[in-house]
């Protein structure tokens, strides 16, 4: 079967760094996503990923490695803001997209 | 804003009424999405409409029926659900054909059936 498996919950303290973790089985690989959803709120796009390295954007990063199966998110100088839901996603070999739980993130003053 | 609205935003239902949920997309997309999303559970696919014909339906029970007039509206209607229905019901679009296509969403329906 397909998975995706990513942390429950992480915390981390406001100006820190924190890294979620994010692992995935599925038939094929056509680019992985990550998203982000406030409570309450619809998931918006961060990033995308198709080839295997760091891809960044302002205080996100996001790196992937296709032989491991393997991405991370990192968000750096961490706002009170960035408390919320982060989606894992990967397009498998029939373009659909296999979803994650999701990992909530609470950022602490 | 994403350019997906959604309504309504809350649904209290009983399991023998029949109500109709209801997305708009203003993004010139030509695929449209509906997903469940139920507490601590991943993202579910429900329909994938694709220049308005339904390319996926994944095994989601008859109770659901989507409908799909034009390239900007996509409707989920809903006729005698059961209480584990109750769910966050998320509608999304996306232009197929781009590198990443990713998915834009909509605030979603927030569906309690009593």
């Known amino acids: 079967g397909q998975n995706i498996d990513q942390p429950t919950e992480m915390t981390a303290t406001e100006g820190a760094i924190v890294q979620i973790n994010c692992t995935y089985q599925?038939?094929?690989?056509?680019?992985l996503f990550w998203y982000q959803q406030h409570a309450g709120e619809a998931p918006t796009f961060l990033s995308y990923n198709v080839l295997d390295g760091l891809e960044e954007k302002g205080r996100f990063s996001s790196f992937l490695s296709r032989s491991k199966g393997y991405s991370y998110l990192l968000l750096k100088e961490l706002q009170m803001k960035d408390s919320a839901s982060y989606l894992c996603a990967v397009r498998d070999s029939n373009y659909q997209l296999i979803w994650g739980a999701g990992t909530k993130l609470i950022i602490k003053p | 804003e994403t350019g997906v609205t959604q309504t309504p935003r809350h649904l209290v239902m009983g399991m023998t009424n029949k109500k109709s949920l209801k997305c708009e997309q203003h993004?010139?997309?030509?695929?449209m999405y509906w997903y469940k999303q139920s507490a601590k559970k991943p993202l579910e696919l429900m329909f994938v409409y694709n220049f308005k014909e339904q390319t996926e339906n994944n095994s989601v029970p008859s109770r659901f029926s989507p409908e799909c007039p034009n390239s900007s509206h996509l409707f989920l209607h809903l006729h005698t659900l059961q209480p584990e229905d109750s769910a966050l019901y998320l509608c999304?679009?996306?232009?197929?054909?781009?590198?990443?296509?990713?998915?834009?969403f909509g605030p979603g329906t927030r569906l309690t059936v009593t």
């Open positions: 993004l010139g997309h030509n695929a």
């Open positions: 599925t038939s094929g690989f056509n680019g």
């Open positions: 999304a679009s996306s232009q197929e054909g781009e590198p990443a296509y990713e998915q834009y």
